[in-house]
């Protein structure tokens, strides 16, 4: 059990490995430190092109703007129309709608296929090489693709629909048209969970399934007493990783759906674009993505707290 | 050998065997094998079938003539520029990304400042900011900077939004490297610059092709960048290429499909040379 140490443990060795360090460059042995300037391009850059942005989404977000003239300041305007906004509390709501649906799709299929991934099945690296590929197409050409498959009159589905009684149309009805979003976003970032919980999986101590089979315990008993429990982290960063990316989902609805049927489909950040890029609001726009920060953001943060899982440095220990 | 062993030590085999080959997963892992691929079969196919053909018949056979015509109306529909343009994007994006990664994160490994692992964090932070959330000040800065429709619009952004990734994995990477190795090159009179280019660089070659391929990978399929920073024909990238062929060819599918089967075949020839840096780059992303 020694992999399952408390976090206690970790910043107790880590603080030893520091006064280790430290000692010895206190005695003059820290060779060629390199100077803290290096990293300021990067800083800079980043800084520019991310931070400064975001802060000025939030700036923007107080603001009415045409994209044309100058922005100007109009205080709390934007955001006392989100809140009475019925277009964005049914965006909020299908995005909400959309997360949840994914995650209930991905997660288990995903935990069930990494688990089996992480195993010593003959032909297991071949299909798992074959599973792989969705996540090479892009977006785009996922929509694209998955777009014309489910044309009513020459897409596959008016072959496979029948089978399975769905309706050719199913980008034309409100229900199918979300779940078909939920349905082609998972088809395509599966496998990246799927290695996720690959990786997860193989980092569990063999020792825990020996001592399990000794005590008599079955295959299935050893998924819900050891897997699961020691994939605890992993589900956790899988599944922010899902949060946010659905609540930030875009291309697929833009290029399937345009929204639609109606506005069934749009979810908040098409609503964003449409405000922004094509009723050129910008400040509210501005202040629809800054509220699908805040939200993406404290979802992520709650769902971390709740786990206890506190940082992603060690995520390659052992690999 | 193995099998030896197995017969020879049963309480072996118990371990080798771990997971056990659950039928039901499997059969799981096969359902989900063919919703994978009968979309890609599919993509294939449709390319290869003449429109008159894909508008009557059944779209799961494969097309009793097939034709590379299809292909021919893509390529001579501008998709060399796409493909230059997209490969331009991608090359400057990476250039970037480990130009500014590797120092930051070889900064943020070996010195112990407060100011390095304050910005260490900050790009922890970035990896949450969604690409959705600034795209209207990032239309006002680009603009304000002379780059709208350039691909300088679009490389600029991509690059920042790899960094936190790329500074997450390199300082993993640069993490494993021992001190004894500075220290010896230290006693040799290496300068921090020789350090970091003869050891550190050499050392963290895994985590730096999995940085290359990623963003790489990142600027070769972003879409919300171009769609917003560009406008022109002549900066259009593969991505929004594909998105405008969907109104251009209208109800010739097997021409879309075809552009979308030619968008894929860079990334599939990389993949099939660097697939172990990829895949085991993506499998640290979560990590235990």
Same mark, same amino acid.
């Given at each position: 059990?020694t992999?399952?140490?408390?976090?206690?443990?970790?910043?107790?060795?880590?603080?030893?490995?520091?006064?280790?360090?430290?000692?010895?460059?206190?005695?003059?042995?820290?060779f060629?430190?390199?100077?803290?300037?290096w990293?300021?391009?990067?800083?800079?850059?980043?800084?520019?092109?991310?931070?400064?942005?975001?802060?000025?989404?939030?700036?923007?977000?107080?603001?009415?703007?045409?994209?044309?003239?100058?922005?100007?300041?109009?205080?709390?305007d934007?955001?006392?129309?989100?809140?009475?906004?019925?277009?964005?509390?049914?965006?909020?709501?299908?995005?909400l709608?959309l997360?949840?649906?994914?995650?209930?799709?991905?997660?288990?299929?995903?935990?069930?296929?990494?688990?089996?991934?992480?195993?010593?099945q003959?032909n297991?690296?071949?299909?798992?090489?074959i599973?792989?590929?969705?996540?090479?197409?892009?977006?785009?050409?996922?929509?694209?693709?998955?777009?014309?498959l489910?044309?009513?009159?020459?897409?596959?589905?008016?072959?496979?629909?029948?089978?399975?009684?769905?309706?050719?149309?199913?980008?034309?009805?409100?229900?199918?048209?979300?779940?078909?979003?939920?349905?082609?976003?998972?088809?395509?970032?599966?496998?990246?969970?799927?290695?996720?919980?690959q990786?997860?999986?193989?980092?569990?101590?063999?020792?825990?399934?020996?001592?399990a089979?000794?005590?008599?315990?079955?295959?299935?008993?050893?998924?819900?007493?050891i897997?699961l429990?020691?994939?605890?982290?992993?589900?956790?960063?899988?599944?922010?990783?899902?949060?946010?990316?659905?609540?930030?989902?875009f291309?697929?609805?833009?290029?399937?759906?345009?929204?639609?049927p109606?506005?069934?489909?749009?979810?908040?950040?098409?609503?964003?674009?449409?405000?922004?890029?094509?009723?050129?609001?910008?400040?509210?726009?501005s202040?629809?993505?800054?509220?699908?920060?805040?939200?993406?953001?404290?979802?992520?943060l709650?769902?971390?707290?709740?786990?206890?899982?506190?940082?992603?440095r060690?995520?390659?220990?052992?690999? | 050998m193995?099998?030896?062993?197995?017969?020879?030590?049963?309480?072996?085999?118990?371990?080798?065997r771990?997971?056990?080959?659950?039928?039901?997963?499997?059969?799981?892992?096969?359902?989900?094998l063919?919703?994978?691929?009968?979309?890609?079969?599919?993509?294939?196919?449709?390319?290869?079938?003449?429109?008159?053909?894909?508008?009557?018949?059944?779209?799961?056979?494969f097309?009793?003539?097939?034709?590379?015509?299809?292909?021919?109306?893509?390529?001579?529909?501008?998709?060399?520029?796409?493909?230059f343009?997209t490969?331009?994007?991608?090359?400057?994006?990476?250039?970037?990304?480990?130009?500014?990664?590797?120092?930051?994160?070889?900064?943020?490994?070996?010195?112990?400042?407060r100011?390095?692992?304050?910005?260490?964090?900050?790009?922890?932070l970035?990896?949450?900011?969604?690409?959705?959330? #600034?795209?209207?000040?990032?239309?006002?800065?680009?603009?304000?900077?002379?780059?709208?429709?350039s691909?300088?619009?679009?490389?600029?952004?991509?690059?920042?939004?790899?960094m936190? #990734?790329?500074?997450?994995?390199?300082?993993?990477?640069?993490?494993?490297?021992?001190?004894e190795?500075y220290?010896?090159?230290?006693?040799?009179?290496?300068?921090?610059?020789?350090?970091?280019?003869?050891?550190?660089?050499?050392?963290?070659?895994?985590?730096?092709s999995?940085?290359?391929?990623?963003?790489?990978?990142?600027?070769?399929?972003?879409?919300?960048?171009?769609?917003?920073?560009?406008?022109?024909?002549?900066?259009?990238?593969?991505t929004?290429?594909?998105?405008?062929?969907?109104?251009?060819?209208?109800?010739?599918?097997?021409a879309?499909?075809?552009?979308?089967?030619l968008?894929?075949?860079?990334i599939?020839?990389?993949?099939?040379?660097?697939?172990?840096?990829?895949?085991?780059g993506?499998?640290?992303?979560?990590?235990?």
């Amino acid at each position: 059990m020694t992999e399952v140490s408390t976090p206690l443990e970790k910043q107790r060795s880590r603080a030893a490995a520091a006064t280790k360090r430290g000692r010895r460059t206190a005695a003059g042995q820290g060779f060629g430190r390199p100077s803290v300037t290096w990293a300021l391009p990067g800083i800079i850059f980043f800084g520019l092109f991310a931070i400064v942005p975001m802060a000025l989404a939030v700036y923007l977000s107080f603001c009415s703007w045409d994209g044309l003239t100058s922005p100007t300041l109009v205080g709390l305007d934007n955001w006392t129309r989100l809140f009475k906004d019925p277009e964005f509390r049914q965006a909020g709501w299908l995005s909400l709608l959309l997360t949840v649906i994914s995650w209930a799709f991905q997660t288990p299929i995903a935990l069930m296929l990494g688990v089996w991934a992480a195993g010593r099945q003959r032909n297991r690296a071949v299909l798992s090489a074959i599973f792989f590929v969705p996540l090479l197409l892009s977006t785009t050409a996922i929509a694209v693709l998955f777009h014309s498959l489910l044309d009513p009159n020459f897409g596959v589905i008016k072959e496979i629909g029948p089978w399975f009684g769905i309706d050719p149309n199913i980008l034309g009805s409100s229900t199918g048209a979300l779940l078909t979003v939920a349905f082609v976003g998972g088809w395509q970032f599966m496998p990246f969970h799927t290695l996720i919980y690959q990786g997860g999986t193989r980092q569990i101590p063999q020792v825990l399934y020996q001592a399990a089979a000794i005590d008599g315990a079955g295959p299935v008993r050893q998924f819900f007493s050891i897997t699961l429990p020691q994939l605890r982290n992993t589900i956790t960063t899988s599944s922010v990783l899902m949060i946010v990316g659905s609540l930030t989902y875009f291309d697929t609805v833009l290029i399937m759906t345009k929204g639609g049927p109606g506005t069934d489909t749009t979810i908040v950040p098409y609503l964003m674009y449409r405000t922004g890029f094509q009723s050129y609001d910008l400040g509210y726009a501005s202040a629809i993505a800054t509220a699908l920060v805040v939200v993406a953001t404290a979802l992520s943060l709650l769902m971390v707290k709740f786990s206890g899982f506190g940082s992603m440095r060690s995520t390659r220990e052992g690999m | 050998m193995s099998a030896q062993l197995n017969t020879a030590r049963p309480v072996r085999r118990t371990r080798r065997r771990r997971p056990k080959g659950n039928p039901l997963v499997g059969l799981g892992a096969l359902a989900w094998l063919v919703i994978v691929l009968v979309p890609l079969y599919t993509l294939l196919s449709s390319s290869l079938t003449r429109q008159e053909q894909a508008l009557s018949g059944n779209p799961l056979a494969f097309p009793t003539d097939p034709t590379l015509e299809n292909y021919n109306t893509v390529l001579s529909s501008g998709f060399f520029t796409l493909l230059f343009n997209t490969a331009v994007v991608a090359v400057a994006t990476v250039a970037i990304v480990l130009a500014l990664s590797v120092p930051l994160a070889y900064v943020a490994v070996r010195t112990r400042s407060r100011l390095s692992s304050m910005a260490f964090r900050t790009f922890l932070l970035g990896v949450a900011i969604p690409a959705q959330a #600034v795209v209207v000040p990032l239309y006002l800065l680009i603009a304000e900077m002379g780059l709208y429709d350039s691909l300088a619009a679009v490389i600029l952004p991509t690059a920042a939004f790899s960094m936190p #990734v790329a500074v997450l994995v390199l300082t993993s990477t640069l993490r494993d490297i021992s001190e004894e190795l500075y220290e010896a090159m230290g006693l040799d009179g290496a300068t921090p610059l020789r350090m970091l280019w003869q050891l550190a660089v050499p050392m963290s070659r895994a985590g730096i092709s999995t940085v290359a391929i990623f963003s790489a990978l990142q600027a070769w399929n972003g879409f919300l960048f171009p769609l917003i920073l560009t406008q022109s024909e002549e900066q259009r990238v593969l991505t929004l290429g594909l998105f405008n062929f969907m109104g251009q060819f209208g109800l010739n599918v097997p021409a879309l499909l075809a552009a979308v089967v030619l968008s894929v075949i860079p990334i599939f020839t990389v993949y099939l040379f660097a697939r172990r840096a990829l895949v085991n780059g993506l499998m640290g992303v979560g990590g235990k």
